[in-house]
């Protein structure tokens, strides 16, 4: 196995263990929380799972500037959901809790841009200088080339 396809493996297995920690997490509170429990606490687990995970394979460790943008998308998200969850097993709420999904969507969003931003780029980059690259002997694919 080449050092490039472990790095998928690698980062799904990360958002795999997140995953874990987060129902291990959810399964302790709501241990100890008298027999309440919230929809949004259970299913917590499945921002990592869904969001970082299956992402993670599916794009095979492909870089792109807004990878970073997408891991703490998720991160808000999941966080945001476990926050809603204690609350609704405390018996409260707060009005800001909302704030989590948004920030998590817009940076889901923009890490989404971002990476489709990349593809048309090194798309456009791969088409225009395929002659250029025949004729130098790929001289200039090493500093334009993905990993």
Not at 78 to 97: C, K, N
């Amino acid at each position: 196995m080449s050092v490039s396809s472990k790095k998928p493996a690698n980062a799904a297995l990360i958002y795999v263990v997140a995953a874990l920690a987060c129902a291990l997490f959810s399964a302790v509170y709501e241990h100890f929380s008298h027999g309440v429990w919230s929809y949004a606490m259970v299913y917590a687990f499945l921002y990592p799972l869904a969001d970082g995970a299956l992402p993670a394979l599916l794009l095979g460790g492909r870089r792109c500037a807004g990878a970073g943008f997408w891991r703490a998308g998720v991160a808000a998200l999941t966080v945001g959901s476990l926050f809603r969850g204690a609350l609704e097993i405390y018996g409260t709420s707060h009005p800001l809790t909302v704030v989590y999904t948004i920030l998590g969507a817009g940076l889901c969003g923009l890490g989404l841009i971002q990476f489709l931003f990349d593809s048309v780029r090194f798309s456009r980059y791969n088409k225009n200088t395929k002659d250029l690259r025949i004729k130098e002997g790929n001289k200039y694919e090493d500093h334009y080339r993905q990993p």
